[in-house]
């Protein structure tokens, strides 16, 4: 029971740490997905495919230079091969068996290993023909990939850039909604500083100000109590000067007779004639003596 119960745990423990591994996989993969972009790994690829054909093209001219190789040591063989088959001929001229045989051995050994070489440098050459077909196919997939990475990559930038349009118009961006949340708050203060603006020019005009810039608080009593008062003292300013203008036309009147009875008397002790003045004209006691005419002095004419 004790071995179930440990096995069952392991097993529940187990299953938790799956899901927990599939849980950051998975989060892991969207970030990812959300960091890469497509023409990065577009161009990443075609690196990669460059460094291979790089290496496949490395490896045809290694195979080459291998073959060149066997290719002089084949030359090398055979013309010591053709110099021991000629030392036999002479040999056998000059009546030297021995050393004839001697040279065919030699060219027989020589020849063994021109045979090998033979065989390898077919391998090679076969090796090399290969890789240079692998390496032209290997080519002609590079520029196919390099010419749709290209188109993928005008694609891909073309909606990206209308996308971006496309959320510029709706409004629908990060930048354009902070932009709009940055125009909203300026409208907002400026609202807030126009009512504010407004609110003060009514409690200037209605003098609730005043009596905070002067530090004396304000009393609606007493200035009523000022009003009254500058209002009757022009009242009783008006009655003043109306009864000087009244009291001061008779005076006018009269002294303008005396002036004229003197004026009559006043040729009788003269040897100069006589001008009667003219006719003094009435006029009524409420006219200003400074609207009347003025009578002519005595000597005037």
Do not use: C, H, W
């Not at 030699?106 to 077909?133: C, F, G, H, I, P």
């Not at 005009?205 to 009757?232: K, P, T």
């Amino acid at each position: 029971m004790a071995a179930k119960k440990l096995m069952k745990g392991t097993a529940a423990r187990m299953g938790v740490m799956k899901r927990v591994s599939l849980v950051f996989k998975a989060k892991a993969n969207r970030a990812l997905d959300k960091m890469e972009d497509p023409r990065e790994t577009l161009d990443y690829s075609y690196q990669r495919q460059l460094e291979l054909l790089t290496k496949v093209r490395r490896g045809v001219a290694d195979v080459a230079t291998s073959r060149k190789r066997v290719e002089l040591q084949m030359n090398q063989l055979q013309q010591q091969a053709n110099k021991l088959e000629d030392q036999a001929r002479k040999a056998l001229g000059m009546g030297r068996e021995d050393l004839a045989r001697a040279a065919l051995e030699r060219k027989a050994s020589a020849q063994s290993q021109l045979n090998d070489l033979q065989a390898q440098y077919a391998q090679l050459q076969a090796e090399e023909e290969k890789l240079t077909v692998a390496s032209q196919r290997l080519q002609s997939k590079v520029d196919a990939f390099r010419t749709r990475k290209e188109t993928i990559k005008a694609t891909y930038t073309a909606a990206e850039a209308q996308t971006r349009i496309n959320e510029a118009f709706s409004g629908i961006s990060e930048e354009m909604g902070d932009v709009g949340m940055a125009i909203q708050r300026a409208e907002d203060k400026t609202a807030q500083m126009q009512a504010r603006a407004g609110a003060i020019d009514e409690l200037m005009a209605s003098g609730a100000l005043d009596d905070a810039v002067g530090g004396s608080r304000r009393d609606d009593i007493q200035s009523e109590l000022d009003m009254m008062s500058a209002s009757s003292d022009v009242e009783s300013e008006l009655s003043r000067l109306k009864g000087e203008i009244t009291s001061g036309a008779p005076k006018q009147l009269e002294g303008g007779a005396n002036g004229n009875s003197q004026a009559a008397q006043a040729p009788q002790g003269q040897g100069t004639q006589y001008a009667p003045p003219p006719p003094a004209q009435t006029q009524p006691a409420s006219i200003p003596a400074s609207d009347r005419p003025a009578e002519p002095q005595d000597g005037e004419g």
